[in-house]
Nanobody
Framework: QVQLVESGGGLVQPGGSLRLSCVAS????????MSWYRQAPGKERELVAA???????NYADSVKGRFTISRDNARNTVYLQMNSLKPEDTAVYYC?????????WGRGTQVTVSS
């Protein structure tokens, strides 16, 4: 079975940076897309950024210019570089991937932006 494991979350001050990582493991024939979602307390889960197999990317308006999604195909890993973090970026960040035509989710990693 396929597993997604996130890492890199933590507590950071406003204006700071964090880099999230998500590694896919298991029986993997093809990764079609990898994405990051987030869910803040009391809010619905929302798409933050996505990258498809061809390398095209998509970002939520709220993170454009601050966050960058990238992918290492050899390591089945997706990254989210988050700069100029704001308190409203506080949320649990989830990795999502379409692998072998099935959708998988990680368990999430907490990002807290606070002074």
């Amino acid at each position: 079975q396929v597993q997604l494991v996130e890492s890199g979350g933590g507590l950071v001050q406003p204006g700071g940076s964090l880099r999230l990582s998500c590694v896919a493991s298991g029986i993997i024939f093809r990764i079609n897309a990898m994405s990051w979602y987030r869910q803040a307390p009391g809010k619905e889960r929302e798409l933050v950024a996505a990258i498809i197999s061809g390398g095209s990317t998509n970002y939520a308006d709220s993170v454009k210019g601050r966050f960058t999604i990238s992918r290492d195909n050899a390591r089945n890993t997706v990254y989210l570089q988050m700069n100029s973090l704001k308190p409203e970026d506080t949320a649990v960040y989830y990795c999502n991937a379409v692998i072998n035509l099935y959708e998988f989710w990680g368990r999430g990693t907490q990002v807290t932006v606070s002074s």
